[in-house]
């Protein structure tokens, strides 16, 4: 009898969830000037990750970018979006063959179920972006504000406009996440956002002890798929170092590439280049006593070293890896490169800046820094310093690290930094839903303004219910 009155009890329960009214998505508008589709930028690509994780658990995304990349290379892509986006307009609009079309200052597109909006800015690089640019951003955020009616704005951008369209956000109900992905927003107070969160803990806790930044840790967003290769596909044969700069630690791999060498003439080495001039880097390299790294008429120190472009795609790089090398000298919030290393059974060899430890956790070696390098990212170490780096390496390379690769990528998959995510989100999330009202109150528009905008909102509304009702 029991039973079936539990049983009885179920079945009602089941009934009465599925005559509620559902509730809409959670719709997330996410602000950046700098674009998510900018390849040279970790933010960037894991932010696009993140984001797009989200819509596929049924959240509505929207993304308010400008053309704003770390190296302008990163904007190549838009050559060939802009393109894609004339070729649909001419075949909507076959009356205007051989006319210009219409133009917009912004480009709109969806990628990945994810709708985005792109401000044409004459500035391509965040110092560049001028006065004008910015009227334009801003103009096009309130807009998403009005008619997009987002339960929460999230993104970056430490620029004193951005922080405005946040507080822009805030007025109208609307709650702001920032993601924090690098150590260079110390003194901070983020005062317009109601959450910060950041891929490491160390990042975290860095900001917590010195600015007393409550930040929290969720991990990063990486897509196994996208940065794997097939075992079969894999013809390992070089040491690897990612985006050769001196605060990535360049003088540090040139020097273990060549102490290396010497001992092991047969293995190779590779840099990948992605932000700056690679040569130009090496040209002002120099030892502790100030001598320089190249000299005229010697002969090329670095002749163990290949040198690669930058790739859209990264599984190229790891297909020809043993081992990488992620000696960075300066706050690594995360180090991305090590963790797709490890989903590919690649250990690294590693600094423990920052968050590179729980980047790699147990698929990899983590040393000091040479202290030289330490005091000057542009100060080629000496050989006792980076002789515990070339005895690492050696015993890296006659290990097998499968075993400890997958053990330390179970704890960065995607899915988990995600439910990690949410546990913060959600509630922020919901507030938004409940409380927000993105057409009564402004912090830039006066009273009168935003009665203006909410009647021509209105109207716009009006108008768009009677062309459906027609149809």
């Known amino acids: 009898m029991a039973e079936q009155q539990q049983q009885e009890q179920q079945q009602q329960k089941l009934q009465q969830q599925q005559n509620a009214p559902s509730k809409p998505p959670y719709k997330i508008l996410w602000y950046s000037v700098p674009a998510l589709h900018d390849n040279s930028n970790g933010a960037a690509i894991h932010s696009k990750i993140m984001i797009e994780a989200l819509a ?57 179920h994810v ?15 001028t006065t004008s640019d910015q009227h334009l951003i801003f103009d096009l955020f309130v807009q998403l504000l009005e008619k997009f009616q987002p339960d929460v704005v999230m993104g970056y951008s430490g620029d004193f406009m951005s922080a405005y369209a946040r507080l822009e956000a805030q007025t109208r109900g609307i709650p702001c996440v920032y993601a924090l992905h690098n150590g260079l927003h110390r003194s901070f107070s983020f ?41 079969a596909e894999r013809k390992p044969r070089y040491i690897t170092l990612i985006n050769p700069t001196p605060e990535k630690g360049l003088a540090i791999f040139v020097k273990l590439a060549q102490v290396f060498t010497k001992r092991h003439p047969e293995q190779k ?64 919030s995360w180090g991305c490169v090590a963790t797709e290393a490890v989903f590919n059974n690649i250990p690294v060899l590693s600094s423990k800046s920052g968050g590179l430890s729980e980047a790699i956790r147990e698929g990899g070696v983590l040393l000091d820094a040479p202290q030289s390098t330490q005091a000057d990212f542009y100060c080629v170490p000496s050989t006792k310093e980076i002789m515990p780096w070339v005895e690492a390496l050696e015993q890296m390379l006659s290990e097998d690290w499968t075993e400890r690769c997958a053990k330390a990528s179970s704890y960065n998959d995607l899915d988990q930094s995600i439910e990690r995510l949410m546990v913060y989100l959600q509630p922020i999330l919901a507030k938004g839903q409940q409380h927000k009202h993105p057409l009564t109150t402004s912090f830039y528009y006066s009273a009168k303004a935003m009665a203006r905008r909410r009647a021509q909102y209105e109207a716009e509304q009006s108008a768009q219910a009677a062309a459906v009702a027609q149809q």
């Open 56 to 112: 596929a658990r049924g959240m509505e995304v929207k993304v308010l970018n400008a053309l704003v990349a770390d190296d302008l290379s990163g904007l190549e892509i838009f050559n060939r979006i802009s393109a894609l986006i004339e070729q649909k307009q001419r075949e909507q609009h076959p009356e205007l063959e051989g006319q210009p079309l219409p133009g917009k200052n912004f480009l709109q597109f969806i990628d990945n």
């Open 269 to 332: 080495f590779l840099v990948v280049k992605s932000v700056g001039n690679y040569q130009a880097f090496l040209a002002k390299l120099h030892y502790k006593d100030g001598s320089p790294f190249l000299r005229v008429g010697h002969k090329n120190p670095v002749s163990m070293i290949d040198v690669a472009e930058h790739t859209d795609d990264v599984r190229q790089v790891y297909a020809l890896t043993k081992v990488l090398v992620t000696p960075s000298v300066w706050h690594e």
């Open 191 to 231: 005062p317009d956002s109601d959450l910060v969160f950041s891929p490491s803990e160390a990042t975290a806790q860095m900001y917590r002890d010195e600015d007393g930044t409550d930040v929290k840790a969720v991990g990063q967003f990486i897509d196994h798929d996208r940065v794997t290769v097939p075992p």
């Open 115 to 129: 709708e985005y909006f792109v401000v044409k800015t004459r500035g391509h690089l965040s110092k560049d972006v």
